[in-house]
Every structure is written in structure tokens, then in C-alpha cells.
């Protein structure tokens, strides 16, 4: 069973659209996360969820919306999409927040590209 | 602030070489994390080992070895004997205790030619 997985792996678009990536762990951890790169590998977090709630929120634009529904989700949907939004996009989760020094654990990554 | 820097930013070696890639960090916080990551070229990030604070002993896992100085705020990776399948691009990454961000370096690829 994967640990972390992010659906859809690939996803194509137009400038404009509203999309939104899925993501599960079944670890049992606490704390889940948004992570950008793009395409010079630079890896930024996004967003944090610890329990459900909204921990970390690193400027990010706000087209993109994060939704928790629970311990184990964490959505990412993104509104009128740009040019600039191409990147991959990794889910990840731990089983406590980073502070505390867990690792963390990464989906696949979703591959967004806008044209 | 936190920062991790990576020099380099690419690597290239023969089989069979060791490799050493270097990790720099920068932290105000007394209590912190320190992570190397794999990222092959599938794509995926594979947690490789975290250190923290105040465990400065070095660690060995087969061919890799990790050496952390807090001296020098460092914390090297090295690969011993390399292999083909070694080629990835390699993150080291900080967390602090206050912050609860995991902060990455830009990243070192490696690429072991046969």
C-alpha cells in the first residue's frame, strides 16, 4: 500500500482553469503538508495542517486553497490558474509537526503544467 | 533565519569513486533538525537520515556516511565505493523547533557514469 498518495500524477491545463490535486496518507500521522518545486528542483513549503488545522501558510497566492476534510486528506485547489503555477507539486506527511523533528514522508508528486 | 546552502550544484563521478556532497546550514535556534533526502530521477523523495542538535556523532549506513559539525555548521553526506544507481539529486534539509518549517538546499545532482 503506498504511504502517500497524490492523484492525479500528471495534470495539463489551460491558463484560467480551476484544478485541484488530491492527496491521502494512510500512516496515521497527525500532520500533512504542501510542497512546490519547480523546475530548477527548489523545493518551498507551501502549507502545513497539523490535526486538521492550518499551521503554516507560506505567502502563498491565495488561488490555491487547502481543504483538510480530515487527519488523513489534504487537497490543494487551485483557482485561475498562470503560466507560473507549472511546478511539481509534492504532498508530504509526518508523524508530528517539523519542529519536533520528524521526518517526513512524500507522495510521487503531481507534475502541473499550464499552457 | 533558517537557511541551507548547497554549493554544488552538480556532481559527476565514476563508479566505484567516493563522493562527498556538502551541506551548510544557518539557524538561530538551539534545537534543530538536519535531513538528507533522495530525489531519483523517477521523481520521488526518499528520506535517507535526520540528525538533531545535539547528537554531533557521525553515522554510517553501508556506503553512506554522514558527518555533521556544528562547528562549522555542516552536515556532509558522503558515498563511498558509488554505483550507478546512487545518481539522484540530494537534498539536505533544516528544521527548527520554533519554526516547524522543513527548509531544503537547493540541492546537489549527482550523476555516477558507468
Known amino acids: 500500500d503506498t504511504a502517500v498518495s497524490q492523484t492525479p500524477k500528471y495534470l495539463v491545463t489551460q491558463m484560467g482553469n480551476d484544478k485541484s490535486i488530491k492527496c491521502e496518507q494512510n500512516?496515521?500521522?497527525?500532520?500533512m503538508y504542501w510542497y512546490k518545486q519547480d523546475s530548477k528542483k527548489f523545493l518551498k513549503i507551501m502549507f502545513s495542517?497539523?490535526?486538521?488545522?492550518?499551521?503554516i501558510n507560506e505567502t502563498v497566492p491565495n488561488r490555491f486553497s487547502p481543504k483538510s476534510p480530515d487527519k488523513a486528506h489534504l487537497n490543494l485547489h487551485i483557482n485561475s490558474l498562470e503560466l507560473g503555477d507549472s511546478a511539481v507539486y509534492f504532498c508530504?506527511?509526518?508523524?508530528?509537526?517539523?519542529?519536533?523533528?520528524?521526518?517526513?514522508?512524500f507522495g510521487q508528486g503531481t507534475r502541473l503544467t499550464v499552457v | 533565519a533558517q537557511k541551507v546552502t548547497q554549493a554544488q550544484t552538480e556532481i559527476s563521478v565514476v563508479e566505484k569513486e567516493d563522493v562527498t556532497l556538502d551541506c551548510v546550514y544557518e539557524?538561530?535556534?538551539?534545537?534543530?533538525?538536519l535531513f538528507w533526502y533522495k530525489q531519483p530521477p523517477s521523481g520521488e523523495l526518499v528520506f535517507l537520515i535526520r540528525?538533531?542538535?545535539?547528537?554531533?556523532q557521525n553515522e554510517i549506513s553501508g556506503r553512506y556516511s554522514w558527518n555533521f559539525q556544528k562547528s562549522t555548521s555542516s552536515f556532509n553526506f558522503t558515498i563511498t565505493a558509488s554505483q550507478v544507481v546512487d545518481s539522484a539529486v540530494y537534498f539536505c534539509?533544516?528544521?527548527?523547533?520554533?519554526?516547524?518549517?522543513?527548509?531544503f538546499g537547493t540541492g546537489t545532482r549527482l550523476q555516477v557514469f558507468p
Open positions: 500512516l496515521g500521522h497527525d500532520t
Open positions: 534539509a533544516l528544521s527548527e523547533k520554533w519554526t516547524d518549517k522543513l527548509i
Open positions: 508530504a506527511s509526518s508523524q508530528d509537526k517539523q519542529g519536533f523533528g520528524t521526518e517526513a514522508f
Open positions: 495542517y497539523n490535526n486538521k488545522e492550518l499551521i
Open positions: 540528525r538533531n542538535s545535539f547528537d554531533e
Open positions: 539557524t538561530r535556534d538551539t534545537t534543530y533538525y
